[in-house]
C-alpha cells in the first residue's frame, strides 16, 4: 500500500510512503511495483517500509555511488600521475583504464535506472518532507531523497575523458 501526498504547485509527488502490508504470497513483487511506481513518479521522498526491499535499494544505490566515485578519483589520480609520472605507464593507465571501465560501467547499466536520481538519507532531520514521520509507524524505514545528479554525471564523463586523453598522449609519447 502507498501513502501519497501532491504538491500544488507542480503536481508531483511530494513523497510516497511504501507499507509493509502482508495480504498474500506476493506482497515482496507488490512492495517492488509500487517502489517502481513512486520512482516513475518522480517523488522527492520515498519510504520504504519492507526491511528486505529498503536493503536491496540501499545496496543497489551504493554501486551506482561505488562506480561514480570509483571513475571520478581513478580519473583523477590517472590525470595527476599521468603528468607527474611519464616513466611509468602502468600506473597512469591503469588508472585511466579503470576510470574508463567505470564511467562505462556507470553509462551504461546505471544512469537510465530511475534509483540514480535518488541517495539513502539515514538522518531524519534532513528529511524534506518532516510531516512523513509523524504517520510511519514503528518500523525503521529506508528513506530515499532524490537529489539531481546532473553534476554527478558531469563531473566523471570530464575527468574520465580527460584521464584517457592524457593516457593517449602519453602512450603516444612512450611508442613514438
Known amino acids: 500500500m502507498v501513502d501519497e501526498a501532491t504538491d500544488s504547485e507542480d503536481h508531483k ?14 506482497a515482496h513483487d507488490h512492495f517492488e511495483y509500487e517502489l517502481e511506481k513512486a520512482l ?5 521522498l520515498i519510504v520504504i517500509e519492507p526491511t528486505k526491499l529498503g536493503d536491496e535499494t540501499a545496496r543497489w544505490i551504493a554501486v551506482g555511488n561505488c562506480l ?13 600521475t599521468g603528468l607527474m609520472c611519464d616513466d611509468k605507464p602502468y600506473l597512469w593507465a591503469s588508472f585511466g583504464l579503470t576510470a574508463a571501465v567505470s564511467c562505462g560501467l556507470y553509462t551504461v547499466s ?27 509507524g514503528p518500523s525503521s524505514p529506508t528513506f530515499l531523497v532524490r537529489k539531481d545528479d546532473s553534476r554527478r554525471k558531469i563531473l566523471h564523463s570530464t575527468v574520465t575523458a580527460l584521464a584517457l586523453s592524457i593516457c593517449a598522449w602519453r602512450l603516444y609519447q612512450v611508442f613514438k
Open 13 to 26: 509527488k511530494k513523497f510516497a510512503i511504501i507499507r509493509e502490508v502482508y495480504n498474500d504470497e506476493n
Open 40 to 44: 516513475d513518479l518522480e517523488c522527492q
Open 68 to 80: 561514480h566515485k570509483t571513475a571520478a578519483l581513478s580519473g583523477l589520480a590517472a590525470i595527476v
Open 110 to 136: 546505471w544512469q537510465f535506472d530511475p534509483c540514480c536520481k535518488y541517495q539513502v538519507e539515514t538522518d531524519t532531520s534532513k528529511l524534506p518532507n518532516a510531516e512523513v514521520l509523524a504517520v510511519l
